[in-house]
């Protein structure tokens, strides 16, 4: 109980600038240094061809003079999606079954390169429109034995930074035991966002094989946030009906790079499985990357899966005092100019309705304190933005709790609803009155 209530603390406090340190926005400002040269990913789908079926290692090698070095690679479970983070820069593609584990090339060992192969020119200029931070259209195959390509190392340092490749996780299995998902890791999340990409990484994780039986539940938590924080709720819906997906990402990066990553990923993983269905429960900071999420996977890629979505205690008008640090602090955390109120990306996903056949409900709690820097709010976020009129409009029912900002993702009466929710059941608790008397 006790981390619970200062997680929900945690978030409006996190920008009080005279309660953080000098050295975490030094660290900050080394992080959106090397974050102005990174974040790009690129990937896509490996085929392999080859009858052993044993594990693929997958390697990208920068174009520098003489022979090409490998900066990045990762290892697949023989076919499967991939995806490989790296700076700006041009790259080739390769990937080889490695038959002896020995992480390298031999002579008599499948492989397979993109292109002729081709080179790939990573920058902002370079990417697609509908995703300026990466592709994930590089598909070939792994189709014969061959010598490996001159010029091209077929031995790979065995490095932490070279086999930590991949900034992207997709389907992975974990549990809550694992120490990945401890709140630490949501913090640094937050302030270190690199570090955490680098150390953790981002992505879509289960917590059980996929059961093409089960409709996925897909989980975004919200600011200094892991999925740690969906324990109760994930455990509470039908194991039977559903099967829980935790979108684990640094909280502190540019939201819709985070939205697009997650768009990215959902649609791999949609290309992989082919569900019918995919259900959206997003607390806090996760609503505004959910519901960017939702409509560039329903308008921009005309995707017609995903049914139901619930936004949990989302501060859906901004939180003002991102707005404070973005003015005052030494160096802004990314996400901060996104969460000012009337920002240009809070403006943006309500610029697009979302459609009338996606069921979306809104949960807010109140259970908070006056404050100089907050007005009336549940201990993190201030009513007024959890009940921007905006978010009402479209809300088929709106519910509200006498809980904290994290407490109410451990009350029964919230872990009943979502459940009723979810199984279609919205009569409970109707409001007669569609607007909350809230200004904004």
């Not at 990762?74 to 983070?85: F, K, P």
């Not at 081709?118 to 010598?147: Q, Y």
């Not at 409900?361 to 304190?369: N, Q, T, Y």
């Amino acid at each position: 109980m006790k981390h619970r209530r200062m997680q929900g603390i945690c978030v409006a406090a996190a920008l009080l600038l005279f309660l953080v340190s000098g050295c975490a926005f030094f660290k900050l400002e080394e992080e959106m240094e090397d974050f102005e040269e990174t974040w790009f990913i690129i990937g896509g789908f490996i085929t392999n061809q080859s009858p052993h079926q044993k594990d693929v290692v997958v390697v990208a090698y920068e174009d520098t003079p003489g022979e090409k070095v490998a900066v990045k690679a990762i290892i697949l479970e023989t076919s499967g999606d991939y995806a490989v983070e790296v700076k700006r820069g041009s790259y080739f593609l390769m990937a080889f079954e490695d038959l002896n584990g020995n992480f390298e090339h031999d002579p008599n060992e499948f492989v397979g390169w993109y292109g002729k192969p081709d080179r790939i020119e990573v920058s902002t200029e370079n990417m697609p429109a509908d995703t300026p931070h990466g592709r994930k259209d590089l598909d070939f195959t792994i189709s014969e034995v061959k010598p490996y390509p001159a010029g091209f190392a077929s031995q790979l340092p065995m490095s932490a930074q070279i086999v930590k490749g991949s900034a992207l996780v997709f389907g992975e299995q974990i549990s809550f035991a694992d120490s990945k998902m401890d709140l630490e890791y949501g913090h640094m999340g937050y302030w270190q966002p690199l570090t955490f990409l680098r150390e953790v990484g981002a992505g879509i994780y289960f917590l059980a094989p996929y059961d093409p039986k089960k409709t996925p539940v897909l989980f975004v938590h919200g600011a200094v946030g892991t999925p740690l924080h969906f324990k109760e709720i994930a455990g509470h819906i039908d194991p039977k009906r559903y099967q829980p997906w935790l979108f684990y990402y640094p909280s502190g990066m540019p939201l819709e790079k985070i939205s697009t990553t997650l768009n990215i990923m959902v649609m791999e993983l949609h290309q992989l499985h082919r569900f019918d269905k995919l259900y959206v429960v997003a607390h806090s900071m996760g609503g505004l990357v959910a519901r960017r999420f939702v409509l560039q996977n329903i308008y921009d890629h005309q995707q017609n899966y995903i049914d139901l979505f619930i936004s949990i205690s989302t501060p859906w008008g901004g939180h003002r005092m991102a707005e404070k640090g973005v003015e005052q602090a030494p160096t802004a955390i990314p996400s901060w100019y996104d969460m000012v109120p009337g920002s240009p990306f809070i403006d943006s996903i309500f610029a697009q309705k979302l459609p009338e056949s996606l069921r979306y409900f809104l949960l807010f709690s109140h259970k908070g304190e006056s404050s100089h820097f907050m007005s009336n709010n549940d201990g993190s976020v201030e009513l007024s933005s959890e009940l921007d009129y905006r978010a009402q409009a479209e809300a088929q029912r709106i519910f509200g709790y006498d809980e904290s900002h994290v407490g109410i993702l451990s009350s029964k009466r919230v872990l009943d609803d979502i459940s009723r929710l979810l199984e279609g059941d919205s009569v409970r608790r109707e409001y007669k009155t569609r607007y909350f008397g809230i200004s904004n």
